[in-house]
């Protein structure tokens, strides 16, 4: 299993500004992803983050919008840039321990709110 | 687009009865899987079933497979008031190392 610190937890931001997101986990794992999930919707992938590498982006979403980092194989960011109240969501941090498309771990998330 | 459209959206029931979701999905998946999501917070997983399984138990949750009409139901024996959540099914789809969400169905248990 695996225990994720994700922080903030919450944050309201002004229209314009960025936000990075943390997503500790304390042991290694080998695959670690970034959702987002609108009001009353379902979770959408945005990337897969790589460790040491450029992240895999989904379609919909462009790295200049949502720089990923992955120094290492416990710990990932997120950055959401220049805000507008779109988007307005909670991101969330999960990581997988095989590999193989098994069992998600899920960070408690962060909850956005841009005005 | 979304892999897996759930029905119903939203269900509600008394305490002690089942709930049935249903879960369809559009291409070829290596396994299912069902996740629990409380209050818009990160999400549990309940229960995995492989692609070469029809049936699964873990508990009060029963979970079905039928791969020929790309669809899965999860069903929750004697429910209770704890087991109001939002529950998602989500497909680890052949090919690709990620998971694709369903839409989710609400359920509220009333006591």
């Known amino acids: 299993s695996a225990v994720i610190s994700q922080k903030p937890s919450r944050d309201i931001c002004q229209r314009g500004t960025s936000l990075t997101i943390q997503c500790q986990v304390d042991s290694q794992v080998t695959m670690m992803f970034w959702y987002r999930q609108q009001p009353g919707q379902s979770l959408t992938l945005i990337a897969t983050?790589?460790?040491?590498?450029?992240?895999?982006?989904e379609s919909g979403f462009v790295i200049d919008k949502f720089p990923i980092s992955r120094p290492n194989l416990t710990f990932s960011t997120l950055t959401v840039s220049n805000m507008s109240p779109e988007d307005s969501s909670i991101y969330l941090c999960?990581?997988?321990?095989?590999?193989?498309?098994?069992?998600?771990?899920f960070g408690s998330g962060t909850q956005l709110s841009v005005l | 687009s979304q892999q897996g459209e759930e029905d119903p959206q939203a269900l509600s029931i008394q305490e002690g009865e089942n709930a049935t979701m249903n879960c369809s999905y559009k291409?070829?998946?290596?396994?299912l899987q069902w996740y629990r999501q409380n209050s818009g917070r990160g999400l549990v997983h309940l229960i995995l079933i492989r692609s070469n399984e029809r049936e699964k138990h873990s508990g009060r949750l029963r979970v079905t497979l039928d791969t020929s009409k790309k669809s899965s139901s999860l069903l929750i024996t004697a429910s209770r008031a704890a087991d109001t959540a939002s529950y998602f099914c989500?497909?680890?789809?052949?090919?690709?190392?990620?998971?694709?969400f369903g839409q989710g169905t609400r359920l509220t248990i009333n006591p």
């Open positions: 291409t070829s998946i290596n396994n």
């Open positions: 989500a497909t680890g789809i052949q090919g690709a190392q990620k998971l694709v």
């Open positions: 983050a790589n460790q040491g590498s450029e992240a895999t982006y």
């Open positions: 999960s990581v997988e321990m095989s590999g193989t498309n098994e069992k998600l771990f």
